[in-house]
């Protein structure tokens, strides 16, 4: 992905400088990991364990999901999460051992 004004707000802190860069030293193209339900604070508890272990995460809240998340502190419709390319499938497994939840692909 080579403009990342694409991303818009979504970057915060330093997540363009943690996240991989490709041969070119444009940011590699984030995949969608999956979309997590606000519950119990899945989403901030996924995110945490991806990023302790090295893998940096983009979260998006999908349809109207930012006002929630502003107004109500949690997105009625969930949280996309998006990782490296290069790292997805990684991911995909540390979220597939945690068993305690399942990502809706």
């Known amino acids: 992905m080579s403009d990342m004004g ?3 707000k ?4 330093d997540l363009l400088a943690r996240w991989p860069k490709d041969e070119n030293g444009e ?14 604070l899945v989403d901030e508890l ?4 991806l990023e302790a272990c090295g893998i940096p995460c983009l979260t998006l809240y999908p349809g109207d999901g930012s006002f929630g998340k ?3 502190g949690m997105s ?10 290069s790292m ?3 991911a995909a ?3 597939a051992y945690q068993g305690d939840y399942e990502l809706e692909n």
Not at 10 to 13: H, I, M, P, R, T
């Open 70 to 72: 502003l107004i109500l």
């Open 46 to 49: 996924t995110v945490n364990m």
């Open 76 to 85: 009625g419709q969930g949280t996309d999460i998006y990782v490296p390319k």
């Open 6 to 8: 694409e991303w818009g």
């Open 93 to 95: 497994a540390l979220c």
């Open 27 to 40: 940011p590699e193209e984030p995949v969608r990991l999956g979309t997590v339900i606000n519950l119990n």
């Open 10 to 13: 979504a970057l915060q802190g």
């Open 88 to 90: 997805a499938e990684d």
